[in-house]
């Protein structure tokens, strides 16, 4: 099945700095590749996704970026803010099947 | 309101009574989804659905049974509880390929 990895499982960064998280997958036939955000005490929720006819989606302060042929996709933030702690998810996704999240990241912004 | 209900929240019971916790979604979503979610190990797949009366197993689905006999709501059945099922319980649904809804969660306490 698939295989789903997240680096770095946990990354402090001071408050204004950048974020990177890195998810590399195994299924070669993936075609959605989104970011969950997790805050404590609630469901995932979607913040950035692309497709993979895209290299890059930017969305205000967070951005991915996705390279197929190595079959990574990573999650930039930039001008971290405290808020922005939480636990993020990869979930690469090939319409449904053998779907499976990333580990989490858990990103801590201190202030 | 576009949402994914879950009931109940939270639940305690104790071994082999049987139990259901209910998943509902309004956004007419094909794909329905449960998963467990447990300290370290991120949130795994137990069952889901493409679509009305066709279910599949995930990652985790011993001790789970599931059914989707409407569109909208895929329950999750667990007939004789154990405490290795005690857990933090995500139902989702999405279109096909696309982003996930996530419920609010159930937490299951199983003595």
């Known amino acids: ?111 | 309101e576009a949402q994914v209900t879950q009931n109940p929240r939270y639940l305690i019971t104790v071994t082999g009574k049987k139990l259901t916790v209910t998943c509902s979604q309004n956004m007419n979503h094909e794909y329905m989804s449960w998963y467990r979610q447990d300290p370290g190990l991120g949130l795994r797949q137990i069952y889901y659905s493409m679509n009305v009366e066709v279910t599949d197993k995930g990652d985790v689905p011993e001790g789970y049974k599931v059914s989707r006999k409407e569109k909208r709501n895929f329950p999750l059945i667990l007939e004789s509880p154990s405490p290795n099922q005690t857990s933090l319980y995500f139902c989702a649904s999405s279109l096909v390929g696309d982003e996930q809804f996530f419920g609010p969660g159930t937490r299951l306490t199983v003595l």
């Open chain 1, 1 to 111: 099945g698939e295989n789903v990895e997240q680096h770095p499982s946990t990354l402090s960064v001071q408050e204004g700095d950048s974020a990177v998280i890195k998810c590399t997958y195994s299924d070669s036939a993936s075609n959605y590749f989104p970011w969950y955000k997790q805050e404590l005490g609630k469901g995932p929720q979607l913040i950035i996704d692309i497709r993979s006819n895209v290299g890059e989606k930017k969305d205000q302060r967070i951005a991915v970026t996705l390279n197929k042929t190595a079959k990574h996709f990573s999650l930039h933030i930039t001008e971290t803010q405290p808020e922005d702690s939480a636990v993020y998810f990869c979930a690469p996704d090939n319409y449904g099947q053998n779907f499976v999240f990333g580990p989490g990241t858990r990103l801590s912004v201190l202030p």
